[in-house]
């Protein structure tokens, strides 16, 4: 029998700069926005046409603030209503963590959707472009996850190969779900969210990829929670359900709608090209 791996103590903090310290997690939002707006750059551009490199560019500080502040308030509102009513300031201490994918996707739904009224642009197909560099983000930051020995997976068998023993997770043999949330919702989910946007018959449906996501986040998300340990304020749901769990049911239906709905729906001509784009082409 192999021997149980050791979480091998990385430090959560990446550089200390005097008082200031840059944080792995923080370093992976960073880089899963940047990374991100790079590639919906180009994604926007391909026929039919989203938007335009510019307002790609412009997105950057709205999806910023609705991945930061739909992140922090859906932590609280869905999994410590409770702790934060009667501990207010807490809410202000982000490093130390809580942070709810579930909030954040919610809050980067109504920044896309005051960004494309402002624009005067199709909200679906605008969103079909930026759900497929979403995956980025998550992956990188089920890493940062890993980093800080946090989110652990539930006990494992100890013929497992990769179990691991987290130091403040009892000390006994885990799944590291982390790493496999890393590959699922990150690694595979752009890889079928690129394919599929290399499609153009698939781009002339808005909201086809976007429902895509959604079904194909609910799934792994859903799936990773069976390896995954619930948080301890919290525990199991009714019926086993993990909080997690929980929330993707809305995400898997909404999803499957946006998808029937977009097959239904006339081909997407596309914005026009500018002035700018003519006299170049």
Request: charged share 15%; glycine share 12%; with cysteine.
């Amino acid at each position: 029998m192999l021997p149980v791996l050791l979480f091998p103590q990385f430090d959560p903090v990446l550089v200390h700069l005097g008082p200031l310290t840059i944080r792995w997690y923080a370093l992976s939002y960073i880089a899963g926005i940047v990374l991100g707006i790079a590639l919906l750059r180009r994604l926007v551009r391909l026929a039919p046409r989203a938007g335009t490199a510019e307002q790609a560019d412009d997105f950057l500080g709205w999806v910023t603030l609705g991945v930061l502040l739909g992140g922090r308030l859906g932590y609280i509102l869905f999994y410590q209503p409770g702790y934060y009513l009667t501990h207010p300031l807490a809410i202000l201490k982000v490093w130390q963590g809580g942070m709810s994918f579930h909030g954040g996707a919610l809050g980067v739904i109504i920044a896309m959707a005051l960004f494309t009224w402002y624009n005067r642009i199709n909200f679906l197909a605008f969103a079909d472009r930026v759900t497929v560099a979403v995956p980025i983000g998550l992956g990188l930051g089920r890493i940062a996850n890993f980093i800080n020995g946090e989110l652990w997976g539930r006990e494992a068998p100890a013929s497992l190969p990769w179990a691991m023993i987290f130091p403040d997770a009892g000390g006994i043999p885990r799944h590291p779900s982390e790493l496999y949330e890393a590959l699922t919702e990150g690694l595979l989910l752009f890889l079928v969210m690129f394919a599929a946007s290399r499609k153009q018959s698939l781009r002339e449906r808005p909201g086809f990829l976007a429902g895509l996501f959604l079904v194909g986040y609910g799934c792994a998300r859903s799936f990773c929670e069976f390896f995954r340990e619930p948080d301890s304020f919290l525990g199991f749901l009714p019926g086993g359900l993990t909080m997690g769990q929980l929330l993707c049911i809305p995400m898997i239906i909404a999803g499957g709608a946006l998808i029937m709905h977009a097959r239904r729906s006339p081909v997407y001509a596309g914005l026009p090209l500018t002035d700018a784009e003519t006299a170049e082409s």
